[in-house]
Structure formats: structure tokens, C-alpha cells
T-cell receptor, first 111, second 114 residues
Framework: DAKTTQPPSMDCAEGRAANLPCNHS???????VYWYRQIHSQGPQYIIH???NNETNEMASLIITEDRKSSTLILPHATLRDTAVYYC????????????FGKGTKLTVNP | EAGVAQSPRYKIIEKRQSVAFWCNPI?????LYWYQQILGQGPKLLIQ????????DSQLPKDRFSAERLKGVDSTLKIQPAKLEDSAVYLC????????????FGEGSRLTVL
């Protein structure tokens, strides 16, 4: 079973920041938070991951709370092409633990 | 670099028939995964290979599903006989090794069982 809780859907206006929340209250100390997204009719795409520090790359920023029980994926300037299902996953780094996908959040970016 | 290649993209069969899907991972990736994604759900891992050995096949319905990864490169996933509930998208993914959580997915093979 997925170890995370996400809202089933969210809307965002084009050009505005999209903030996608994820709850992982049972996360353990050696588990990382991963984010993937899946655009319609495509396979999932890796976005970003982090342990406890905030992370940023060319696609998004990841903000993890100090207690690590929740996180937020931020798309700073959402475009129509960001419409997708976003999955938040917790996983131990370095082992053979599989990625367990939940149902994710369907983000719709509106013009 | 070339991504994960899968074929066929679409397949329609009748129940009790057989079907096979093929996957070519990114060059140099040691770990290969097959996921099943039923409409409206997230992907579910069926089987994971490290080179040509099976790491995890705990959720593979072994009475009808089989998979192999000959020579540690390409892989095939077979379903025989197919059931209606096997209608899904079958996603192949690869990664440098099993320790990483950064997987590269193909576009998937959509199976419809009538």
C-alpha cells in the first residue's frame, strides 16, 4: 500500500504557481520523498526527490516540513503542459525497495 | 539518449488468447521493471529484474503471467491465457541499478481483452 496521502484533484491557473501537497506522516528516517508525474497516455516521469532539505531543479521545487511528515511540490509557473497526475512516493534509498504508486493528484492547469 | 522502447503500443485480444509485450531499456541500465496500470489507478509493480535475474515478482500472477530478460537487456512479458481483468496499460521502466528511485518509463502497451 502507498504510504502517502494526496488530494485526488486540484486546479491551477496558467502562469500561477501550483502547490501540490502530500502527507507522509509515517515516514521513517531513511526514507526519501519522490515525485513523479504522468501526462495522459504517457509513462510516469521522474520530477524530483529529497530527504529533509528543500530541493530545486529545472522542473520543480520540493519543500519538506521540518518533521518530514508532509511535503509540497511546487511548479513555479504552471503551463497547460503541466496538466497531469502527480504521484508522491516514499522510498528507502539504496535498497531494492520498489516504488509504490498511489492514485496521485490530478492537476488541471486552466488557461 | 534514447528512451525506453516498448511494443506494441496497442493490442486487442479475446479472453483466453495469449499476448506478448516487448521492452528495450535504456542502454546500460541494469534494472528493468514491468508495471501494470489499470484505468484510474497508479502503476503496480509486477516484476523487477536486476540484469537477467529476478529481484521481485511477488505481485506477478504466475499462473498466467511470465516474464524474461535474456542476456540482461531486452525483456518480454507474456500473458497466457488472458482474462478480462488483464485489460490495462503495461509499462516498462529501467534504472541504473535497483538502489535508485529514479526510473525511466516507456510509453506503455495498452491491452484490451474482449
Amino acid at each position: 500500500d502507498a504510504k502517502t496521502t494526496q488530494p485526488p484533484s486540484m486546479d491551477c491557473a496558467e502562469g500561477r504557481a501550483a502547490n501540490l501537497p502530500c502527507n507522509h506522516s509515517t515516514i521513517s528516517g531513511n526514507e526519501y520523498v519522490y515525485w513523479y508525474r504522468q501526462i495522459h497516455s504517457q509513462g510516469p516521469q521522474y520530477i524530483i526527490h529529497g530527504l529533509k532539505n528543500n530541493e530545486t531543479n529545472e522542473m520543480a521545487s520540493l519543500i519538506i516540513t521540518e518533521d518530514r511528515k508532509s511535503s509540497t511540490l511546487i511548479l513555479p509557473h504552471a503551463t497547460l503542459r503541466d496538466t497531469a497526475v502527480y504521484y508522491c512516493i516514499v522510498r528507502t534509498q539504496g535498497g531494492s525497495e520498489k516504488l509504490v504508486f498511489g492514485k496521485g493528484t490530478k492537476l488541471t492547469v486552466n488557461p | 539518449e534514447a528512451g525506453v522502447a516498448q511494443s506494441p503500443r496497442y493490442k486487442i485480444i479475446e479472453k483466453r488468447q495469449s499476448v506478448a509485450f516487448w521492452c528495450n531499456p535504456i542502454s546500460g541500465h541494469a534494472t528493468l521493471y514491468w508495471y501494470q496500470q489499470i484505468l484510474g489507478q497508479g502503476p503496480k509493480l509486477l516484476i523487477q529484474f536486476q540484469n537477467n535475474g529476478v529481484v521481485d515478482d511477488s505481485q506477478l500472477p504466475k499462473d498466467r503471467f511470465s516474464a524474461e530478460r535474456l542476456k540482461g537487456v531486452d525483456s518480454t512479458l507474456k500473458i497466457q491465457p488472458a482474462k478480462l481483468e488483464d485489460s490495462a496499460v503495461y509499462l516498462c521502466a529501467s534504472s541504473w541499478d535497483r538502489g535508485t528511485g529514479e526510473l525511466f518509463f516507456g510509453e506503455g502497451s495498452r491491452l484490451t481483452v474482449l
